[in-house]
């Protein structure tokens, strides 16, 4: 299957890696930048395009791999008819791309990705989507090859999947990022936090139920060491206000 890659941002290296290493045909990378799309292009041996004039007719499958607010754009400027496109985003519905395209679904990595960190694709859960039973198959064997974990799941439950990853990922590394503070104020680096992260993030997953290992202060509702915590914040008025309704959410979570 030949395969045309739009966009060359982490996702994209990642994707278009693993698809090559399964054997897929990767013909053709187009990005905006053309540093950016000669050097993904390089590393796949395919040619590169900075013109959506110039995308490649010729391939199987296009996958759409830009930023969510670029995706109208870059499909305003796109003409495929017949061939089948996708895109990677958790949070866009399939129906952007109705009424302009016959063949179209959703191929959703849930992962974050940067280029230069390796990642084991196979364990990366994948969400599929398609318009039509036959383009569905197309993308589950186009999947399984790089993933042993595909599942299908519509626009209105992928958003649903996005959301807890904003707050599983997302959120939760916005509260390394204050511990960081934290801990310098106090001389400290942030790797003495690790062994507690991991330990955390292990026995959330392996219990799969996050609220049962929950513990600290507030799962205490251990009042004396709560509030010597947010007097000792009264310098960060933001971070105190954060801390007192992260607790409160604690302690609505295990006492209701």
Known sequence: MK???????????????????????????????????????????????????????????????????????????VSLPDRLIVHTAGSVPMEVFAGKFQNYGVLYPMQSFSKDCPVNFREIPVFLEANSPENLQTLQSLAGKISSKVYPLSSDKRIFLHLAGIFGSNFVNSLYVVAAQIL?????????????????????????????????????????????????????????????????????????
């Open 184 to 256: 310098h104020e106090a001389g400290l680096g942030f790797e003495v936090l690790s062994p507690l992260l991991l330990e955390t993030a292990r026995k959330a997953v392996a219990s799969g139920c996050p609220g049962k290992v929950q513990t600290g202060p507030a799962r205490r509702n251990d009042q004396q060491v709560l509030q010597r915590h947010i007097g000792l914040l009264a310098a960060y008025p933001e971070w105190q206000k954060l801390y007192v309704q992260m607790s409160d959410c604690i302690r609505k979570q295990q006492h209701g």
């Open 3 to 77: 395969v045309v890659m739009i966009g060359a941002g982490n996702l994209a290296v990642h994707l278009s890696e693993a698809l090559n290493e399964a054997g897929w045909d990767i013909v053709q990378v187009y990005s905006r930048s053309e540093r950016s799309a000669k050097e993904l292009a390089g590393r796949l041996g395919a040619e590169y395009t900075v013109a959506l004039s110039d995308i490649s007719q010729e391939a199987t499958l296009y996958v759409l791999s830009v930023s969510d607010d670029a995706i109208c754009e870059v499909l305003s400027g």
